[in-house]
C-alpha cells in the first residue's frame, strides 16, 4: 500500500474505529489519537507527511501574517525537543484536516436535509 494523504489517514482510521474526526475536529489530539500518541509514532508521521504538513503550517503562518518561524514559535511554544517539535505540527495538520473534513461533512448533511 502506497502512501496515504492526511485526509485518507483519518478516514482509514475512524473505518477501523481507532478515533472519531469529528472528535479530533473538535477536541484536537491532545487527548490521545490513536497512532498519534507516542513520539515515535508523531515522528514517523511527521517524516511520512512532511510537505503536507508544512503546507498547513505556510498556510496558517500566512493567513495570520506571520513568518513561519513566528508561527511555529506561537504553536509550538513549549517544545523542548525536536520530538516535541514534529509532534506538535502533527497534531497542527492532523487537527486541521479534520476540521475541513468535520465541515466537508456538515454542509452534505445539511445538503441532504434540504433535499428531503
Request: proline share 0%; hydrophobic share 40%.
Amino acid at each position: 500500500m502506497g502512501t496515504v494523504d492526511i485526509k485518507q489517514w483519518l478516514v482509514l482510521g475512524e473505518k477501523e474505529e481507532r478515533f472519531l474526526i469529528k472528535d479530533i475536529a473538535e477536541h484536537g489530539c491532545e487527548g490521545g489519537i490513536g497512532g498519534l500518541i507516542y513520539y515515535w509514532e508523531t515522528t514517523a508521521f511527521h517524516d511520512e507527511h512532511e510537505k503536507e504538513i508544512w503546507d498547513v503550517v505556510q498556510r496558517f503562518a500566512e493567513d495570520s501574517g506571520q513568518t513561519i518561524m513566528e508561527y511555529i514559535a506561537v504553536v509550538a511554544k513549549d517544545a523542548g525537543s525536536l520530538d516535541q517539535l514534529r509532534c506538535s505540527l502533527v497534531w497542527l495538520a492532523v487537527e486541521s484536516v479534520a476540521q475541513d473534513l468535520d465541515e466537508e461533512r456538515q454542509q452534505q448533511d445539511a445538503g441532504e436535509a434540504a433535499c428531503s
